[in-house]
């Protein structure tokens, strides 16, 4: 039996184990996967290999850790410095990143997005940056504070710390920050948070399982919004596609992964 992890410092409310262990059990894979508290992401690797896993997913806030803990990281992650996929080829700790082409999935069916405003400047927030930036997308990050800002600073894109913010009007605002996730905090102040609201089209928070603060204002004012479940779900697809080394169908892991999150 192959098996797999989330690591996370909260990691008790993760559906990725009832994702992929859907997919493994419906679709006959010998597999298992299981959650892992990580306080300390020093030791990601060192209990990697501890518990013998032959995959795994990396989330808040040991992305950027498990970037440097890899012995190769490859494609998108390589550009950005953060792994969300973890692989053990032969010993190796192989680093990925899913989560830009999971979210970009999951907004398909928001039309004609071109100016979008980032709140936060972590792992996910460079993450969908840059990808958007690719995409040839106009990018502002909004940050609480300064320091995270400066790997944002060397791109074309506009870098704001709450104090220094000038509002405009968006096609999307995402929430990128871990506010509300295990509290029930804004990305912002309240205010700033409502001037930004009344200038955009749509908005998306990358967490899910709840209706965070954030998203109670944007549904309040009537604004097309979504949670991150589907992201969860597109980047969860494409990890337990490298998990399970491509051999069960795209289509198979996608329907499976879906089924779980009506249980
Ligand atoms: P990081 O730890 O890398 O970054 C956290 C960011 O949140 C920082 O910019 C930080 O600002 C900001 N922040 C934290 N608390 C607050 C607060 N109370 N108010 C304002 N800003 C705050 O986190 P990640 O990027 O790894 O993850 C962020 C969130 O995304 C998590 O909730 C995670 O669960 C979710 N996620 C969901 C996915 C999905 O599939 N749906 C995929 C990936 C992530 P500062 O720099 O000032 O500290």
Avoid at 44 to 62: D, R, W
Avoid at 74 to 82: D, Q, T
Avoid at 136 to 153: C, D, E, G
Avoid at 199 to 204: E, G, L
Wanted: proline share 3%; aromatic share 10%; glycine share 6%.
């Amino acid at each position: 039996m192959r098996l797999f992890s989330i690591f996370g410092n909260p990691v008790s409310h993760s559906r990725s184990p009832l994702m992929h262990n859907s997919v493994f059990y419906h679709l006959g894979y010998d597999g298992a996967y299981i959650r892992t508290h990580l306080e300390d992401g020093s030791k990601l690797k060192e209990v990697f290999f501890a518990q013998k896993l032959s995959g795994a997913n990396v989330t808040v806030p040991h992305k950027e850790v498990a970037f440097t803990l890899c012995d190769e990281v490859r494609g998108f992650a390589k550009e950005i410095g953060v792994v969300n996929t973890l692989i053990n080829e032969n010993g190796k700790l192989i680093g990925y990143n899913t989560d830009a082409d999971g979210f970009l999935y999951a907004i398909q069916e928001f039309q004609n997005i071109q100016n979008i405003l980032i709140l936060g400047a972590g792992g996910t927030a460079k993450a969908l940056a840059i990808k958007f930036l690719q995409e040839k997308k106009k990018v502002t990050i909004l940050n609480r504070s300064a320091k995270r800002l400066q790997y944002f600073q060397q791109f074309p894109m506009q870098c704001f710390t709450w104090e220094k913010y000038q509002n405009q009007s968006y096609d999307l605002v995402i929430n990128t920050t871990s506010a509300g996730l295990s509290d029930e905090a804004l990305p912002a102040p309240k205010e700033m948070i409502e001037n930004i609201l009344q200038n955009t089209k749509y908005v998306a928070d990358v967490i899910y399982g709840k209706l965070t603060p954030f998203l109670q204002l944007a549904k309040e004012k009537n604004i097309t919004f979504k949670d991150g479940a589907d992201m969860l779900l597109g980047q969860g697809v494409l990890a337990n596609e490298l998990f399970v080394q491509h051999t069960l169908k795209r289509e198979d892991i996608q329907r499976e992964m879906e089924k779980s999150f009506q249980l």
